[in-house]
């Protein structure tokens, strides 16, 4: 499909069936160049915008992985220090029914989400896409962010 029609198709809601060659070629298109495959998560740079792009192939379609609203989490994964101190970043999982699977999210790092069949491994895919945002940031001289996002639940009597 070429770049303008797959723009006009996703501009227009329409994000369900797209083939990840598609998408990749889109990105790309923008200026996005590949800097890491890990697993099924391509995660792409540009020179002049901060922000990572983070798409998984999942059986030849992609999945655009960015962080969903926080209303939206139905469960969460956390580590935390004495005194409630965070030393890791703070995961949501939760079930789409629009994606059929579970998503997993980190909110302190822009557009690093995965798509899993079960909870357990979009955990699993999410600690990949993790790994790899985070090398690429380094490598690009991009900006990470300190964990910081604690969902009201685990502020409450803090």
Known sequence: ???RRLLRRLVSGALKNVAFSDLKNLVEGFGFRLDRVTGSH???VHPDIPELVNLQEVKGEAKPLSNPPVSSTGGA???????????????????SDE????????PDLEACSAFGDTAEK?????EIAKD?????????????????????IYQVGH
């Open 99 to 106: 994606d059929g699977g579970h998503i997993a999210d980190i």
């Open 42 to 44: 391509y995660i792409f």
């Open 1 to 3: 499909m070429n770049r």
């Open 122 to 126: 979009a955990l699993a895919e999410v």
């Open 77 to 95: 994964a956390q580590s935390t220090l004495r005194g409630g101190h965070m030393k890791d970043y703070h995961i949501n999982i939760f079930y």
């Open 132 to 152: 790899a945002w985070l090398k690429t940031a380094r490598k690009a001289g991009k900006p990470i962010p300190k964990p910081r996002y604690r969902p009201v």
